[in-house]
């Protein structure tokens, strides 16, 4: 018995780099060189840590031996000692053992190509089970991926961890800026210093020849300095906010119509996206009126906000279908494109800032909270199913007919119910039956993890016959945070010790199967026998999934959900308290309280 674990890990060591010499001979001649080095490295450090085993076996071996003997003479002092050496040496190689399985050799090549057996989790700690413990259980996670970037991907969006190179698609240094407040809440305070550094030295808004997205860019860089402007007071990160914010606005709007999705700030070119049809974007348009009514309030300057809020009064205006939103929208002039309406892709975050709008104003609002009921009574009796009495899940409707199909981005939604049930003025029975939706949606979306092989969810699933399974296509893990941002709203307003077990499954099977020796990757298949990663780092890897499985774990009083909103990139911006307070008077810009058209 003393044996196996080294059997094991000879053939584990055979079965690896058998796979690894396979994978090497696709890989491009230039790179060989390099990636035949780093394995006999690799290589070479398990053969170390087997003959680590090697002498920890032998010398258990001759403890057994001494052990007989003592046993045969009654020698009862003898005997307790030598159990006590035997015991400590089983638990070296456990130990040992753990380290060698728990290290994935990879070429550090196309991730494509690239297969690794899944890690075993380490050796629990008798302290696993509490906060503390596994909040620097996930700031060690994020300092893995952080440090990772800095190191083969500085200055650039993302990184790709396998090749260790760099990936930029909007060039203004995103997983800096984006998950800057994650280090500022973690209290890392040297990194900090030196991403403001970066900032400070390197973001500018030049007009770079690459077309940005307005969305993308509104949530992640303005939401992110917004962020780490409230949480420092930092005046720097307001003033480079500033600019991006009014060359974006510049850009994206002209008279009579909604924003344009896209544009060049260099050549001027605008446009929507081909594959929207030319249309805009439900969840694009109607989720970035939190950073610029935040802006407006916070300098006093209400241009920010006029046209981006004027955007809500017209959805609000435009006639529904059974009460429901449909995710394209004509831009000009406004109007409905298609019947289809989903709390997924294209769709979800728009009903997150109806309440969020509400909630920024200090309530001040009732416009918004009003937009927001009329949403949730639709979206109650239309798109919430019951899969059974534990169980919720969301639909689409196409054309007036059901979808079984649920992204995983619509997991936002069970912390989104609770939130918008246990924030009314008055509790009703409504809001009662959204806060038990809310807890079933979220334990779905548990299902969706604890369901998969690799303990993570796959990107969408499909239902039929009382069941799911991974949707056509939708294997892969992008490392999405909607999930833990459930857990963490959840445990928040009902501190359900499940929430905390469930996000600390989800962060355990991160770090078993995405950690790689440069970062973190996503994989191309949640259920596939062997990982397969797809080489790139999200920036919304460390600001979203990391962050609020940190604050999962945090006291209450850190970022409470009483003087904060998070945007959708899961930046924390604080809750206005008084309307009296603000420098400048745009109330009339938001929708009524009463609707009157």
Not at 7 to 18: A, D, G, H, Q, T
Not at 563 to 588: C, G, M, R
């Amino acid at each position: 018995a003393i044996t196996i674990p080294l059997l094991i890990l000879n053939s584990n060591l055979k079965r690896y780099i058998s796979t690894e010499i396979k994978n090497l001979k696709k890989i491009e001649q230039t790179h060989f060189d390099s990636i035949q080095k780093e394995l006999e490295s690799q290589q070479l450090e398990f053969e170390t840590q087997k003959e680590k085993i090697t002498v920890a076996l032998a010398k258990l071996a001759e403890k057994n031996k001494l052990l007989q003997i003592s046993l045969a003479q009654n020698n009862a002092s003898n005997i307790n000692q030598l159990k006590k050496i035997a015991d400590h040496t089983q638990n070296e190689i456990k130990k040992l053992y753990s380290q060698l399985s728990s290290r994935s050799i990879t070429s550090d090549s196309t991730p494509s190509t690239v297969g690794v057996l899944p890690s075993p989790d380490p050796t629990p700690d008798p302290n696993s089970h509490t906060p503390e413990y596994r909040r620097e259980f996930v700031k060690e996670i994020y300092l893995h991926a952080w440090k990772n970037y800095k190191q083969y991907a500085w200055g650039a969006d993302e990184l790709r961890p396998i090749s260790r190179s760099a990936f930029s698609w909007l060039d203004m240094g995103l997983s800096i800026v984006d998950s800057l407040d994650t280090m500022i809440i973690m209290d890392l305070k040297s990194e900090v210093e030196i991403a403001r550094s970066w900032i400070e030295e390197n973001l500018n808004f030049e007009k770079k020849d690459r077309k940005i997205s307005f969305f993308e860019t509104t949530i992640r860089i303005v939401g992110g300095l917004l962020s780490a402007h409230a949480l420092t007071g930092d005046d720097l990160y307001l003033k480079k906010c500033e600019i991006i914010a009014n060359q974006l606005l510049d850009m994206a709007f002209s008279e009579g119509r909604m924003p344009y999705a896209a544009f060049n700030l260099k050549t001027g070119h605008k446009e929507n996206f081909a594959w929207a049809g030319g249309n805009v974007v439900l969840s694009e348009i109607g989720t970035i009126q939190l950073e610029y009514l935040y802006l407006a309030i916070k300098t006093g300057k209400p241009h920010y906000a006029t046209k981006v809020l004027e955007i809500i009064n017209i959805l609000d205006r435009m006639q529904k279908d059974n009460g429901l939103y449909n995710v394209f929208v004509k831009p000009e002039p406004p109007s409905w494109t298609q019947r289809t309406s989903t709390l997924g892709a294209l769709g979800d975050s728009f009903y997150e800032y109806l309440i969020k709008m509400w909630l920024l104003t200090g309530k001040n609002a009732p416009g918004y909270r009003r937009m927001y009921d009329e949403a949730m009574d639709a979206i109650m009796n239309q798109m919430v199913k019951e899969l059974s009495t534990k169980f919720s899940y969301l639909v689409e409707i196409r054309n007036g007919g059901v979808y079984a199909k649920m992204d995983h981005l619509a997991c936002f939604a069970g912390g989104m119910f609770a939130l918008g049930a246990s924030t009314v003025l008055n509790e009703t029975e409504i809001s009662r039956k959204q806060m038990e939706q809310g807890k079933k949606i979220t334990a779905f979306c548990h299902e969706m993890y604890a369901r998969q092989a690799t303990g993570l969810a796959p990107e969408l699933v499909t239902f039929s016959a009382n069941d799911f399974s991974v949707g056509p296509g939708g294997s892969y893990n992008l490392q999405r945070p909607e999930t833990a941002e459930s857990y963490f709203v959840l445990w928040r307003l009902t501190h359900d010790q499940k929430y905390r077990d469930w996000g600390w499954e989800m962060a355990k099977a991160f770090n078993r199967n995405e950690r790689v020796a440069n970062g973190f990757s996503g994989l191309r298949d949640v259920n596939s026998g062997t990982l397969i990663h797809d080489d790139l780092q999200q920036s919304f890897f460390l600001a979203e999934t990391l962050k609020y499985l940190y604050l999962l774990f945090c006291d209450d009083d850190v970022i409470p959900l009483d003087k904060y909103v998070f945007n959708t990139e899961a930046h924390p911006l604080p809750i206005f308290q008084s309307i009296d307070d603000w420098p400048v008077n745009i109330t009339s810009l938001f929708p009524p309280a009463t609707k009157n058209y």
